[in-house]
């Protein structure tokens, strides 16, 4: 599986922002989609997660009632909606996977199978 993101930026605080993440070379609607985000000199830290099936989403307290993530099974395409933002929501972001067999609570541990290249999104004050 092969992970694309894109949709970074320059915006202002309070301002809004995109990311979209394209999936190929698996079966799009089988997998876990996440969003983890990481500054430099600092750990990969979690930010949101959509289960392949059902209504299971999860979120980082960082970030809970701000941004929404979504998925497009026909476009294979994830999406993670980035509202008021914050100079502290300034980072790489990075799209992941995981194969729907493994356990949908480990996404927030970092536990995905397939990682995408980052896009970076500065928030200024």
């Known amino acids: 599986v092969q992970l694309q993101a894109s949709g970074g930026g320059l915006v202002q605080a309070g301002g809004s922002l995109r990311l979209s993440c394209v999936a190929s070379?698996?079966?799009?609607?089988?997998?876990?989609m996440a969003w983890f985000r990481q500054t430099a000199g600092k750990e990969r830290k979690f930010v949101a997660a959509?289960?392949?099936?059902?209504?299971?989403?999860l979120y980082s307290d960082a970030v809970k009632g701000r941004f929404i993530i979504s998925r497009d099974n026909a476009k294979n395409t994830a999406y993670l909606q980035m509202n008021s933002l914050k100079p502290e929501d300034t980072a790489v972001y990075y799209c992941?996977?995981?194969?729907?067999?493994?356990?949908?609570?480990?996404?927030?541990?970092?536990?995905?199978?397939?990682w995408g290249k980052g896009t970076q999104v500065t928030v200024s004050s």
């Open positions: 992941a996977a995981s194969d729907h067999r493994t356990p949908f609570n480990r996404a927030p541990m970092g536990g995905m199978d397939y």
């Open positions: 070379g698996g079966t799009f609607e089988r997998l876990n």
């Open positions: 959509i289960k392949w099936r059902g209504p299971s989403i």
